[in-house]
């Protein structure tokens, strides 16, 4: 079995708002991933919708699909062995003011008392998400 796998990593409207997008993908890169799709798009509602199913009825659904409708979000797929777990690690945790330093949280995301909202990045969880965050964002990328 190959540990060869894809993510989904967004750069959220926080991070390309404040020009962080270009260090994002430097430390991706950095650790050895490879983008194989980018995509810089404002995403409507019904997609977002789709992408946080698995939270809908939580309380922060809303306010964190109003945010990250709000301005244009970087979509990228990511290759590289282990690469779901490596990203999670170099995001850190989601909140900012928690994340490790050294991560792209820890280090680049500001405690607006929005923490778990607006907190940089958003990198898939597992294989599955990956594979059906994927094909949302990207449904014309040939696997």
């Known amino acids: 079995m190959s540990d060869l796998q894809r993510t989904l ?34 995403a409507d509602e019904a997609l977002l919708a789709e992408h946080y199913a698995e939270h809908a009825g939580k309380p922060f659904v809303g306010p964190l699909i109003t945010f990250m409708a709000s301005g244009p979000v970087l979509a990228l797929v990511v290759e590289g062995y282990r690469v779901i777990e490596g990203v999670r690690a170099l995001a850190g945790a989601t909140d900012p ?18 923490a778990v909202i607006e907190n940089i990045i958003h ?9 059906r965050e994927i094909a949302l964002w990207f449904a014309d990328l040939d696997s």
């Open 9 to 42: 990593v967004l750069v959220k409207p926080d991070g390309v708002r404040r020009g962080l997008s270009g260090e994002v993908l430097r430390r991706i890169e950095a650790k050895g991933y490879r983008p194989v799709a980018a995509r810089l798009r404002t």
């Open 97 to 114: 003011t928690t994340a490790a330093p050294g991560s792209i949280r820890g280090d680049l995301a500001a405690d607006t008392g929005a």
């Open 123 to 131: 990198a898939s969880d597992s294989p599955e998400s990956a594979a």
